[in-house]
């Protein structure tokens, strides 16, 4: 598990686009046969993936936790964005295609993830936080999830936010998840942009062409930057910093948010004439 410390906003504007890279951009998130997961010191998150090939893999736990179990003291959110495979639950089997989502409350113990064929296998892409409570685990597909529709062809960001993990869909502790999807010929998304001071968020790119990028904008609004991000990296993007971002093309992300609330309409609006 690789770990993330913690950036105030001060000191990331002197930071060279390596140095930005190197610390709030996931790259290398999906590889075949093993667990991948990244923990940020920004309100405990961690951003994972499984990728189970011709065997199972399951979810160590480390020194970084301390505890006896992953989510001893955590809950996770799930979707899946490959083939079909399956997450085993201390015994129980949640089957999964592509799009699917699984919330795992805290207490689980046992976290097995299989593909149903190696040669295309689940990718599964999980967040997972602190938690104080356990709810249960249930799985919520696409079909499931609750949708909200925004943006025109005319400001080029017409899209669909799907809400997985939202106090409308399912009881959780603090962790909202979902996944938004760009209409054909849209690059915008979440703009004009806005920053919750109360809790942070994380992005996942994906459905992004080899010969494509998307221009993740990140910073204090008054000192905007951005970070090139290309498919299946992810983006840990601070409380302070604004999140927007600008495709070659359409493409799809998956949001995950923790801190204060689980109130998704609890933004910070900033103005275009403030933007800088």
């Not at 979810?59 to 799930?78: A, C, Y």
């Amino acid at each position: 598990m690789e770990v993330r410390e913690y950036v105030n906003s001060e000191y990331a504007q002197r930071m060279t686009t390596g140095e930005m890279r190197r610390h709030f951009l996931i790259e290398d998130l999906f590889v075949m046969g093993e667990v991948s997961m990244t923990y940020s010191h920004v309100d405990r998150m961690i951003v994972g993936s499984v990728v189970p090939g011709g065997k199972a893999l399951e979810i160590p736990v480390g020194k970084e936790l301390g505890t006896e179990f992953f989510l001893q003291r955590r809950e996770m959110g799930i979707i899946n964005i490959g083939g079909d495979g399956t997450v085993k639950i201390d015994g129980k089997d949640f089957p999964m295609s592509s799009r699917d989502g699984l919330y795992v409350g805290m207490g689980a113990k046992q976290l097995e993830f299989s593909s149903k064929n190696a040669k295309e296998p689940a990718k599964f892409y999980f967040n997972s936080a602190p938690a104080h409570h356990g709810y249960p685990t249930r799985l919520v597909t696409l079909d499931d999830a609750r949708k909200v529709a925004l943006g025109s062809d005319e400001e080029g960001n017409k899209r669909v936010i799907n809400q997985y993990l939202h106090p409308a869909v399912l009881e959780t502790c603090q962790l909202v998840m979902g996944m938004t999807i760009l209409a054909p010929g849209s690059m915008w998304n979440t703009m004009p942009v806005h920053t919750h001071e109360r809790r942070m968020e994380v992005y996942l790119y994906f459905d992004i062409p080899e010969d494509r990028v998307v221009f993740h904008l990140f910073g204090k609004p008054d000192e905007t930057r951005h970070l090139v991000v290309r498919n299946e990296e992810a983006v840990i993007s601070p409380s302070w910093s604004i999140h927007a971002g600008a495709g070659t093309g359409a493409y799809t992300f998956i949001w995950g948010m923790v801190g204060e609330n689980q109130t998704f309409e609890d933004m910070d609006h900033v103005p275009m004439s403030k933007l800088m």
